[in-house]
Structures are given as C-alpha cells and as structure tokens.
C-alpha cells in the first residue's frame, strides 16, 4: 500500500530535549515535505526537500533541522524544543516538484513540548 | 508572500443542507488546491483549479476560481455527516513553478445528522 509514515504519533517532551520525527515514503518520491499546523494558522511549511541531499527552508524553518541521505525518508530534528514548537506536524511528499498538489500526506504527529 | 484567508472559520450544518466555503488571496493564484482534514489525520488532495474561471466537480463538491484569479470557492450540495472534516485551500505562490504552497487556515466542518 502507497502511504507516508510518521512516528512517534503522539509526543509529549521537556524543553530542551532533542528528538527526531521520522518520515517515510514508499512511493520513491523526489520531493518531501514537512509541515506544522496550528490553530488559525493553517500549515506552515518547515522544510522541503527536491531530492537525496538537497533541502530547502520553507516558511518557518527555525528551530528545526532535516535531512535527505536516503530518498525513502526524511527526518524531522528539533535540536532544543521549546514549548512554541507544540503543533501537529504532517510530513508529504509527491513525485516530483511539478507534483506538488498531488502531494501524499503522512497521518501526523502531535507534539507538546513543555 | 501570499496570504490565503478562508471563510467561515468553523461551520455547522444539518445533514441534506449545502453550504460554501470561500478562499481569498491577496495576489493572483497561479494555482489553487482544494484538501480535505479528518481530525487527526493527513490531508486529502480533492481538486485542483488553475484556469480563470474554472470549475471542478467530484461526487458532491464544486470547486470554482474566479475570473481574476483571486478567490475560489467550494460549494457543497446535500451535505453528508462524511463530508465533516476541516477543509484547506492551498495556493501555489511562485508563478507556476509549483515549489511549495502556501495553505489558508482552515475551515471546520461539522454535520449534524
């Protein structure tokens, strides 16, 4: 089955306390995104990826890092969370850059940092 | 950078009821992407509007944009408890290169049976 996974799905931490989100296509994707959706807000990209080793910032990148060594995933580091960073986040991602709508959302992950 | 600003908020419907939801942006959409949110869950591509003036249908959903190109709408007939969900229209920003989109901030649906 086509699909994008995220783990954890649900994540409580302490300020300062690096984690990582994992992200996963099977779908041998080029482009991945990760996104952060707040209330009133909608979805705010973080980070994006065209390909293996090529990431670009997306609207709201601080605070977060990512990275593309493989073209099946697509980490998610937050080096020190703070509790600004509690969100539910939706990594994506599509077969090419041209694709973009078509993009395949991940189920999300919701964080609380406190 | 683009801003996309969608109304109403939050909506209530009795089942069997239509409703509309609209979708706003301050420059011209050079593409305009309807999706569907289940709570909790990862969005869902429903249609995408390019031209002026165009519109889509799928099963009980009509997406328009309009003419000039700056505001979109999606028209539901007949509304079903399965249509419930948070709606988000997302717009590609940079002249057709399609690199990222920027999402409004969202509109819930609830359908009352």
């Known amino acids: 089955e086509a699909q994008v996974t995220q783990n954890p799905r649900y994540l409580i931490t302490v300020t300062g306390k690096k984690l990582t989100v994992t992200c996963s296509q099977n779908m041998n994707h080029e482009y991945m995104s990760w996104y952060r959706q707040d209330p009133g807000l909608g979805l705010r990209q973080i980070y994006y990826?065209?390909?293996?080793?090529?990431?670009d910032k997306g609207d709201v990148p601080e605070g977060y890092k990512v990275s593309r060594k493989e073209k099946r995933n697509f980490p998610l580091i937050l080096e020190s969370p703070s509790p600004n960073q509690t969100s539910l986040y939706f990594c994506?991602?599509?077969?090419?850059?041209?694709?973009?709508?078509?993009?395949?959302f991940g189920p999300g992950t919701r964080l609380t940092v406190t | 950078s683009q801003e996309l600003e969608q109304s109403p908020q939050s909506l209530i419907v009795q089942e069997g009821k239509n409703l509309t939801i609209n979708c706003t942006s301050s420059?011209?959409?050079?593409?305009l992407y309807w999706y569907k949110q289940k709570y909790g869950e990862g969005l869902i591509f429903l249609m995408m509007?390019?031209?002026?003036?165009e519109e889509k249908s799928h099963e009980k959903i009509t997406a328009k944009l309009d003419e000039k190109k700056q505001q979109s709408s999606l028209h539901i007939t007949a509304s079903q408890p399965s249509h419930a969900g948070i709606y988000l229209c997302?717009?590609?920003?940079?002249?057709?290169?399609?690199?990222?989109?920027?999402f409004g901030s969202g509109t819930q649906l609830t359908v009352l049976p």
């Open positions: 990826s065209m390909n293996v080793e090529v990431t």
């Open positions: 420059k011209t959409l050079y593409g």
């Open positions: 994506a991602s599509s077969l090419r850059d041209r694709a973009i709508y078509e993009q395949y």
């Open positions: 509007l390019q031209k002026g003036g």
């Open positions: 997302g717009a590609d920003p940079t002249s057709g290169s399609a690199r990222q989109l920027t």
